[in-house]
C-alpha cells in the first residue's frame, strides 16, 4: 500500500469526491492561490498545499478562491449548500471562526431543526487547528469544543493520513454541515493509505491499542502522544487502551464506557483547554454512567488554561506530552484498589 | 410596463394578504395568545411584492426578523406560517422555527433571520448555486436600514461583486433600526456603498409599489443577464413597532397616522389601478373581502392546531445521526 502524508490524503479525497460528484465545489482563500495576480495559477494550492493541483484538474468554477472575507464565503458556501451544491470550503486557521462564527452556528447548524427538518446543508468546512508551529495565540488553538457544544453540526477530528481521508470522504457525503479539523503538525506525517476511495463512518471509535489497566481517550494529534505513551507503559508492564473518538459529535459514547468498565481507569487527553472542553464532556460520561466501574480518579491531560504562547520554550510545556501522558497513566495504575 | 389585469390582482391581494395578516397578528399577540417576538411589516408591503412579484422557483430570497411579507409574497402557505407564529405543529416548521424562522426552501424562500445581516452571504451562496447549475435563478438578500451597517453585509457586496453572482440587495430603510434613527446610523449613503462596491443602485420610493416594480425589474434582469449584482435602497415606513409591545415612543406624534393616511401602499396602489382604469374598486374589495375570509380562516386553524409534543423536541437537529 503506498505511503501518503495526510496532506495527501485530505487532497485525494476531495479530488476523489469532486470527480464523483459535481455539486461538490471547493472554496477558500487561496484555496489555488494567484488569482488575478500577474504570477501562475495554482500558485499555493491553500497556505499549507493542501488543495494544490485541484484548480488545473477540475477549474475556476469548481476551485474559487475568495476574498479575504470569511463571514461572506462561509455564508456563501452554507447557502450554496442549502440550495443544491456539496461545497468544502475552507476557513484556514480555526482562529478565525471569531469573524464568521455566526454562518456556522446560527445558520448552518440551525436551519433544519429551525425550518422543520425540510433543510438540507451538506457543507463541509475544513479548517487548521493546534500548536507545535510557533504560531502563537491566534493561529494555533484546538476549537473543536466550541463547534462540538453546537446542536447540528458534526466535528471530525482526524488523527492520522487513513483517518483523514476515509472521514473527508464521508464528510463530503454526509448530509449534514461538518466541521473538519486538520491538525496543522500531521500534515507530513506520513502512513499507508489506499488509493482508491472508502467511508470512515462518524460516531465509530477506532480502538488504537488495547489494554487492560488504563483507558486513554485521545483527540487529533493527541492520539498518536497517547500511542506512543501506550507502547512505553507496556515495556513497563502497565497494559493501556487508547481510544480515538475520531469525531466529537457524534461521539461514540459506548466504546468509552465498554473500556471503562473493564479497566476502571481513565484518561482523557485533550489540546484544548480544560474548562468546558472534550476532556471535561468525556470526564462528566463516565462520571454519570460508570461511577462504579472506575477503581481511582478520572484524569485530564490538557493545555493548560492560557492562551496559546509564542516561545518554543512555551509552547513545548503547553502542548501535552507523551511523558506527561505517561505519568498519570502511572499515578492511576498505581492505585490498585484493596 | 403594461400589467395584465391578472398579474395586478395577484399583487393586490399579496399586499392585501400581508396587511391583513399583520394586523391580525397584531391583535391576537395583544391577547397574548402569540408566544415569543413578532416583528411586523405592515406598510412596507409594496417592497416585498414589487420585487417577489418577478420571481419564479428558481429564484431565492433571504429575508430578516421581519420576515411574514417576504414570505407571503414569495409564496408561503399563509395558514402555515401563522400556525408557526403560533407555535403549532402544523406550522411551516412544526413549530420549532416561529416567527423569526419561517422558511420554505422549495419555494426559494431561505428563511426569515433572526441574526441582523445573517442573509446577505447566504444569498451570495444561492446564487452561486444558480450560477454553477446554470439555472437561472438570481438570488435577493433584504436587510433593513440596520442590517445595512453589519460587516456580513459590506463583506457581501463585496463577494457578489468579485464573483459576479446574480444577486439583487434590498434595503428596507424604514428609518429605523429597533429605535434608532438610520438618519443618524448609516454613514454616507446607501448608494454612495453600492458604488463604492462597482455596482448600481437605486432610490425607490417604497410606498409606490409600480416604482418598486420598475426599479427591481431593472435589477433581475441585469442579475438573470449575468451582468452582477445590484442594489435597491428602497425607503418605507413599518406601521408598528421595532417589535409587538414596543411603545414607540423613539416616534415622532403623529407619524404613523401621517403615514397610514398619505403613505399606505395599498391606497397608493388601489387610486393608481382605478385612475388608470386598469381595475375598480368593487374588485379591489372583493379581493380584500376574500383575503379578511382567509385570514381569518388561517387563524382559527392555528388555534385549533395541535402543540408539538415532547417527541418532536428531539428531533430533525441531523439528517442522519
Not at chain 1, 254 to 262: A, G
Not at chain 1, 309 to 330: R, T
Not at chain 2, 207 to 219: G, L, M, Q, S, W
Amino acid at each position: 500500500m503506498p505511503k501518503k502524508t495526510y496532506r495527501q490524503a485530505i487532497n485525494e479525497a476531495i479530488a476523489s469526491e469532486m470527480r464523483r460528484d459535481h455539486r461538490v465545489i471547493v472554496l477558500g482563500e487561496d484555496n489555488a492561490g494567484g488569482k488575478g495576480a500577474p504570477g501562475e495559477p495554482d500558485a499555493w494550492g491553500g497556505v499549507l498545499g493542501v488543495t494544490k493541483g485541484l484548480l488545473p484538474e477540475f477549474g475556476e468554477d469548481r476551485v474559487l478562491d475568495t476574498p479575504i472575507s470569511e463571514s461572506a464565503f462561509i455564508g456563501a458556501a452554507v447557502g450554496a449548500a442549502a440550495t443544491g451544491l456539496r461545497p468544502v470550503a475552507e476557513l484556514m486557521f480555526v482562529d478565525f471562526m471569531g469573524v464568521c462564527f455566526d454562518q456556522i452556528f446560527n445558520q448552518a447548524a440551525k436551519f433544519r431543526y429551525m425550518f422543520g427538518g425540510k433543510a438540507v446543508t451538506p457543507v463541509v468546512i475544513r479548517t487548521m487547528y493546534g500548536g507545535g508551529f510557533r504560531a502563537a495565540s491566534q493561529h494555533s488553538q484546538c476549537l473543536y469544543p466550541l463547534f462540538t457544544h453546537i446542536p447540528g453540526l458534526k466535528v471530525v477530528v482526524p488523527s492520522s493520513p487513513y483517518e483523514a481521508k476515509g472521514l473527508m470522504i464521508q464528510a463530503i457525503r454526509d448530509d449534514d454541515p461538518v466541521i473538519f479539523f486538520e491538525h496543522k503538525v500531521l500534515y507530513d506525517v506520513e502512513e499507508d493509505v489506499p488509493d482508491e476511495a472508502y467511508t470512515i463512518p462518524f460516531g465509530e471509535a477506532n480502538v488504537t491499542r488495547e489494554g487492560r489497566d488504563v483507558t486513554i481517550v485521545a483527540f487529533g494529534r493527541m492520539v498518536g502522544f497517547a500511542n506512543t505513551a501506550a507502547d512505553e507503559l507496556k515495556r513497563d508492564g502497565i497494559s493501556v487502551t487508547v481510544i480515538d473518538p475520531r469525531t466529537t459529535s457524534p461521539l461514540d459514547s459506548e466504546t468509552i464506557l465498554d473500556s471503562v468498565s473493564e479497566t476502571g481507569r481513565l484518561v482523557v487527553v485533550d489540546e484544548a483547554h480544560p474548562r468546558c472542553s472534550m476532556a471535561a464532556d468525556i470526564a462528566r460520561l463516565v462520571a454519570e454512567e460508570a461511577f462504579h466501574d472506575l477503581k481511582a480518579p478520572i484524569r485530564t491531560i490538557t493545555a493548560p488554561h492560557t492562551p496559546v504562547p509564542f516561545s518554543p520554550a512555551l509552547e513545548d510545556i503547553y502542548i501535552p506530552s507523551v511523558a506527561k501522558i505517561k505519568a498519570a497513566v502511572q499515578a492511576l495504575a498505581a492505585k490498585v484498589p484493596a | 410596463m403594461q400589467h395584465s389585469r391578472e398579474f395586478l390582482l395577484d399583487c393586490y391581494q399579496s399586499m392585501v394578504t400581508i396587511r391583513v395578516f399583520e394586523e391580525r397578528v397584531h391583535e391576537e399577540f395583544a391577547t397574548g395568545k402569540i408566544p415569543g417576538f413578532v416583528h411586523l411589516y405592515a406598510g412596507e408591503e409594496a417592497s416585498a411584492v414589487g420585487i417577489c412579484s418577478q420571481l419564479d422557483e428558481r429564484d431565492a430570497i433571504a429575508s430578516t426578523h421581519r420576515g411574514h411579507g417576504h414570505c407571503i409574497a414569495k409564496g408561503c402557505d399563509v395558514h402555515a406560517m401563522m400556525k408557526e407564529i403560533y407555535g403549532k405543529r402544523g406550522g411551516s416548521c412544526g413549530g420549532k422555527g416561529g416567527s423569526m424562522h419561517i422558511a420554505d426552501l422549495a419555494k426559494g424562500m431561505l428563511g426569515a433571520n433572526g441574526i441582523v445581516g445573517g442573509g446577505p452571504p447566504l444569498i451570495c451562496g444561492a446564487a452561486l448555486t444558480a450560477k454553477y447549475l446554470k439555472t437561472g435563478g438570481v438570488a435577493v438578500a433584504f436587510v433593513g436600514d440596520g442590517g445595512s451597517n453589519q460587516g456580513t453585509t459590506l463583506e457581501s457586496y463585496n463577494l457578489a461583486n468579485v464573483w459576479k453572482l446574480p444577486v439583487v440587495f434590498v434595503v428596507e430603510d424604514n428609518g429605523y433600526a429597533e429605535a434608532t434613527a438610520s438618519a443618524w446610523s448609516v454613514a454616507g449613503s446607501q448608494l454612495g456603498r453600492a458604488a463604492g462596491f462597482g455596482m448600481p443602485g437605486t432610490l425607490v420610493d417604497g410606498f409606490d409599489f409600480f416604482a418598486v416594480y420598475e426599479a427591481a425589474r431593472t435589477a433581475i434582469e441585469r442579475a438573470r443577464a449575468g451582468e452582477g449584482p445590484s442594489l435597491l435602497h428602497i425607503k418605507l415606513s413599518r406601521f408598528f413597532g421595532h417589535f409587538e409591545g414596543d411603545a414607540m415612543s423613539y416616534r415622532a406624534d403623529g407619524e404613523i397616522q401621517r403615514y397610514r393616511n398619505e403613505h399606505d401602499a395599498l391606497k397608493i396602489f388601489r387610486r393608481k389601478v382605478t385612475e388608470a382604469h386598469l381595475l375598480d374598486d368593487f374588485t379591489l374589495d372583493a379581493v380584500e373581502a376574500g383575503v379578511v375570509r382567509n385570514i381569518n380562516e388561517a387563524v382559527a386553524g392555528a388555534e385549533a392546531d395541535q402543540m408539538p409534543t415532547e417527541a418532536d423536541l428531539l428531533t430533525d437537529v441531523y439528517v442522519r445521526y
